[in-house]
Every structure is written in structure tokens, then in C-alpha cells.
């Protein structure tokens, strides 16, 4: 009797597996996707990457810090009066023969460059003080002082620092020293610093008999 009912019900069917799960899963689905979860990459080479990346995160912060604090440089003048070229210590080229106490002396840097530097003196005594004057063509310098010394004979360093006028000049006062007696050749040294540099000028005058 039982084996008679179960030759005439129909025997239980069984689905048809889908696709994608009759496969392993660790088999790529059409279109690339794996069927199973994917792991991030380990090993050597994902912690070759992973420190690699650490250590170009500092260079771009840097860069990101930078760029802003040079737009403000440049906005605000400071590149112009403390950074920008040309840099270091630049000697220019004096006009022969011109002494600077009979008239105003040009010393040539190039591009434009220039500085006008005179030392009239108060009086006709040989070791009268002199007045200093100083005007920049073509730059705009952020300090400026001038130096007497012996052509032969080193006096040691003694600056006088110039003050800025309204009308662009840069003045000052200085003297040739009292114990010098008889014919002294005398160097005249102008420096006006500008940028990242400082624009040197030399002057040779002569004084006493």
C-alpha cells in the first residue's frame, strides 16, 4: 500500500541552483565582480604602500602651507624689500674719476639699476663733516648706509646709516678723520640693501696736499 502511494505522487523536484551560487566563491562573477567578499590588499607590498603614503602626507602639507603664505608675501610687499633677486652682494660700476664730493657719482648695477651717492662738504677745511645723499633709480631700498676708509691704510669698519626722505632720497652725516695729515686716498663704500641682496657701491676721492 505504501509503495503503491509513492509510485503515484510525484516525487519532490528540486530547484535549479542559480548560476553565480553554483560557483565557487572565490570565482569572478560576470563583469569582474568576485562572489565572495574582497580583502584589502595585505602583505609586503600593502605596507610598502601604506608607509609610502606617510611619508608623502607631510611633503603636502607643507606645500598646501606654503602657497598661501606666499600669495600673502607677495600681497603685502615683503617679497619685494626682503626676498626677491637679485641675491647676495652685488658690486656695481663706478663712474672713473668722479669724486663725489664735487658732484653726485652714478654707480651702475645693470637692469636699471643705479645709485646717484654725493658727500658735499660744510666747508672748505680739509676734515669738514660731510653731507651724505643717496637716491636709488630703479629700486627701492630698505636701508642704505655709507663707510669711509683708507685706500691703504684700514681704519676699521664705521657705518653711517642714511635716513629715508619724502622725496626718495637717503641722507646723512659723516667726516673724514682729524688725525689723517698730508695727501690721503680715501674709498667711499655705499651699500643699499634691497630684496634678498644688498647693492654695493665704491667711490675713490682724495684729500689734504
Sequence with gaps: MNQFKYENEAAPTQQPRPYAAAMHPSMPLRGGAAAGPQQAPGGPAGRL???RNRRRRPLALALAAAVPIALALAATGLWS???APPWGEQVGRTEPGCDPRQR???VDFGHGR???VQARPESAAPTAPLQLEVRALGFE???VSV???GATMNMGPNPTRLVPQADGRWSGRT???ACISGRMTWVMTVRAAAGGGTQVGRLRF???D
Design 49 to 51: 604602500l601604506s608607509r
Design 81 to 83: 624689500r626682503w626676498l
Design 104 to 106: 653726485a657719482c652714478r
Design 114 to 116: 643705479a645709485l646717484q
Design 141 to 143: 631700498p630698505r636701508q
Design 147 to 149: 663707510d669711509l676708509d
Design 175 to 177: 667726516a673724514l678723520s
Design 206 to 208: 682724495e684729500s689734504g
